[in-house]
């Protein structure tokens, strides 16, 4: 059953996690005017000591159930293999949850999280974090009106030299960015992953993964994850029949640019090369809005608390985006074998 509280207020917020990314929950919700950092749990003791300084005004806990105990809502920001555990104990004391990306580790514990939070009617949204960026949801925009024409396909590149981490591989620790915002613009789920990917510093840990999904619509999408590389770019390209679209996170200004080019074909053709006009058309550089990502989806997981519905990273897409990164797994233990979905 899901704890009532009203609506008016500020909504009281843990964040179970003070570490790189945790922080920057607590950052954000410290500055949220329609929330009330209510407690923070790490197990590190100086990691406690750290944030009862900063944050004078919050319950500092080691204790999980002492933290969810004081708030309305939570926010599970730890390493990926203790999220079943602490959105379950979130949700059955019926405090509304965000879990950080993966929301599980295997599709059987994302699918239980996401089964839990249905049957006890307590929200469990998952920390995808890009589908709440301004350009992502433009993009979104575009090829829902059509502005793009037919989406032929898209590919990304999100490498960067660092952080190599021991216990997860690129695929899955950068894998749900891509493949979350991949999901949310085509509206669909992949029929077939394969991805292959080499270790070069550790072994059996792939630093460098290469993701294909392939959707029913025709649409395919590739992702090129590395923290072996030379360059940081996080850089997303959507090619359609009559624009064509390139989001680069990294630019600090014009970080979306449309361009009018494609190949135009008569309306009778059939296959006289010598029928096809290619088309150069002008660049387009759409304002973004500036807004923090982080600030937009702890903004929309307050108002889920007070009772609206999920629009976007909800439990059951973040059970679909686990089921990706799973058949990827096999295909990567494959040789890059196709997997079906």
Known sequence: MRREFLSLKRTKVAVLGAGNWGRNHIRT?????EAELAAICDLDSERRAQMAREFPGAL????PAEAIDVADAVVVATPAATHVELAKQAVQSGVPVLVEKPLALTL?????IADLSESAGVPCLVGHLLVFHPAVEML???IQTGELGDIFYLYSQRVNLGQVRPDENALWSFGPHD???????????????SANGKSYIQPDVEDVVFLTMEFKSGVTMHAQMSWLDPHKERRLTV???????VWDDMEPREKVKVYDKGVDRPPNY?????SLAIREGDIFVPKVSNTEPLVLELQHFIDVVKGAAPGAASARSGVEVVKVLSAATK?????GMAVSL
């Open 140 to 142: 979104r925009k575009m």
């Open 239 to 245: 090619v359609g029949s009559k624009k064509m679209v």
């Open 60 to 63: 500092i806990v080691s204790s």
């Open 331 to 335: 295909s990567l233990a494959q040789d």
């Open 29 to 33: 919700l410290a500055s949220l005017p």
């Open 108 to 112: 059987e514990d994302a699918t239980s």
């Open 270 to 274: 059939k296959s006289y090369g010598e």
């Open 179 to 193: 493949v979350s915002v991949a999901l949310y613009l085509l509206d669909e789920t992949p029929t077939k992953v």
